[in-house]
């Protein structure tokens, strides 16, 4: 390549990229930055690199771990083996093209409401989308690339960002709350019409570890960006449902991994969700008590 291309190059990867009416704040060198079915090309680039050799700036050799939650990169378990689960999810979402009350994105947090959620929304149709392990990198890359395409959701639950604990002493704290906003504005983008619930982190392990100190700080700068200033989006903080008047964990709502949640868990999740899903989708003011 001539010192000419590589300039170029270096100029493009610079540029801020719109995906989808997304204008995210770096371009990486991924040959297709949204659509589905994925070309060739994008499925190699996707399958034999893994996360950390596609992440902003290593086409470049620059550490840019500020922009790594708020830019779309597919996750990586090896191989195909994640981008297998996002594959079956497109298939799901395809089979239920059309209007559908609630649209579930996250992690393996949201993956797991399974019967809880049965249980608690019985006469709701969803479809959830969870991953365990996505970061909120990995949750834009799935909008982008066929994730979400053709559902009329009237509702949408997202929570996402515990993964992205991982790598905050890199990344930071406020990156993180901005990758969840970026989530946020990209459904927004997609659904203009639908309503989002937009939900904390849940405190995970113990008082004195990292990972809560750092849940704790994310959710207090992602209280700073009010995005319930959208009148569509409506944050809802669960904190102090799962927690002790000292600030450790409530044991009973908690699998033993202190990460996930146990069935009490999610009805206790269920609880603050439900009126807030109900005024949703009859057009009426989220309760009082629910609203953030």
Not at 100 to 114: C, E, K, R
Not at 126 to 137: F, L, M, R, S, Y
Not at 189 to 197: L, Q, S, T
């Amino acid at each position: 390549m001539t010192p000419q291309n590589c300039l170029a190059v270096l100029f493009n990867l610079l540029i801020p990229i719109v995906a989808d009416g997304i204008e995210y704040p770096y371009s990486t060198a991924e040959p297709q930055k949204s659509g589905w079915p994925l070309t060739d090309e994008e499925r190699a680039y996707v399958v034999d690199k893994a996360e950390h050799d596609r992440r902003p700036g290593r086409e470049a050799n620059k550490h840019l771990p500020h922009l790594w939650p708020v830019v779309p990169s597919a996750g990586y378990f090896g191989g195909d083996a994640w981008l297998k689960l996002h594959e079956a999810h497109v298939r799901t979402v395809q089979a239920n093209a059309g209007p559908v009350d609630v649209l579930l994105v996250g992690d393996s947090i949201t993956i797991q409401w399974g019967e809880s959620w049965k249980k608690h929304f019985p006469g709701l149709k969803a479809v959830n989308i969870g991953i365990g392990g996505d970061k909120t990198q990995n949750v834009l890359w799935r909008l982008d690339h066929g994730g979400v395409e053709g559902l009329e959701p009237k509702c949408i639950v997202l929570m996402i960002g515990n993964n992205n604990m991982f790598f905050t002493p890199e990344t930071g704290i406020e990156p993180v709350a901005k990758g969840i906003e970026m989530c946020v504005k990209n459904l927004r983008e997609k659904f203009p019409d639908a309503k989002i619930v937009a939900a904390s982190i849940l405190p995970a392990h113990s008082p004195d570890h990292r990972f809560y100190q750092d849940i704790k700080a994310t959710n207090e700068v992602l209280d700073t960006l009010k995005l319930n200033n959208d009148p569509l989006v409506q944050v809802l903080d669960l904190t102090s449902d799962f927690v002790n008047d000292d600030g450790t964990l409530k044991k009973e709502l908690y699998t033993p991994d202190n990460i996930h949640l146990s069935p009490a868990g999610y009805a206790v999740y269920a609880a603050q969700l439900k009126p807030v899903l109900e005024a949703m989708l009859a057009g009426k003011p989220v309760p009082a008590q629910t609203a953030k």
